[in-house]
Structures are given as C-alpha cells and as structure tokens.
C-alpha cells in the first residue's frame, strides 16, 4: 500500500471513532432529557462506527501495514432538539460520505484493488446511514411539537437492534 493511502486510511480510523465518540455523546443528551429510545438508538449507532473503524484497522493490519492512531477530538455536548441532533448526525454522515469517496478514488489513482473492494463496502454503508437520518428527520419534521408522538418515535427507536457483520 502507499504511503498516501495509508495515512488517508489512519485518518479514516479516527474519523470513525470520532463518530462514535459523536453517536455517544449525542445519546448522553437523549439520556439527560428522559429519551431513552433516542439514546439507545445513538448508542447502537456508535457501536456501528466502532464497527466500522475497525474494519478499516484490521484491513490495515492484514495488508501488513501500520495502524497509526492520533487523538480523537471533543464533539459536541449540547443539542437543540431532537430535531437537531439528527440534523447534525445526518450532516456528519455526508461529511463522511465525503470522506470515503475521496479514499475510493485514491485507491483508484492508486491502482490498490484490495482497497477499492473494502471501500465499497463503505461507500454502500454510506446510503444507509444518510437514509437512516433523514427518514428520522423527516418524522421528527412531521410530529413538530407533539409530545405524544415524540414518545411514541422514542419508543420506536429504543428498539434499534446491533447489526451482525
């Protein structure tokens, strides 16, 4: 592997846990506000980015190559709404989004084949998560100010299952 596309993999791994330290902090804020399904939706979802980091860490690793971590920085602690934290996530997620395309196509100039195939297991996982979000915050659009059926979509959430990889 080059040495290009190595250290754009390693920044990739802290940019996964960064999600997760993102998905942990916002279920903390569920958690403060009663919002028990949200915050275990949240949690579930950090689990994912965990997942996800080291996916790339272990392909690193069997490629015979250095997994290099750096600091993870502080996400935010303070949410608006609901509302708002989903709009974040989903802008992190296009964020990511961002990212991974850009590491495909440096696999590509790279010509590192086995790159390219664990990429696109991520550029996949990439549609699910900006659709996760969005059909979330479009439901949290639709109930506005509803007390009711914010309790209701939080009891929906809280029955998020871990996916098996």
């Given amino acids: 592997m080059t040495t290009t596309l190595l250290t754009a993999l390693n920044d990739q791994v802290n940019h996964e846990f960064y999600a997760a330290y993102l998905y942990l902090s916002m279920s903390a804020y569920f958690e403060a506000n009663n919002l028990n399904g949200f915050a275990h939706w949240m949690k579930v979802q950090a689990q994912e980015e965990v997942g996800h980091a080291l996916k790339i860490y ?89 007390k009711g059926m914010l309790l209701h979509l939080d009891h929906q959430l809280g029955k998020r299952k871990a996916e098996e990889e």
């Fill in 58 to 146: 272990n392909f690193i690793l069997d490629r015979g190559d250095k997994v290099t971590l750096k600091s993870i920085a502080q996400p935010p602690t303070e949410f608006k709404s609901p509302l708002d934290s989903f709009q974040q996530a989903l802008q992190h997620e296009k964020k990511v989004t961002g990212l991974i395309n850009s590491l495909y196509e440096l696999s590509l100039k790279e010509k590192d084949y086995p790159a390219q195939v664990m990429l696109q297991w991520f550029i996949d996982e990439q549609v699910e998560e900006e659709k996760n979000a969005s059909e979330i915050i479009a439901k949290l659009e639709m109930i506005g100010d509803s």
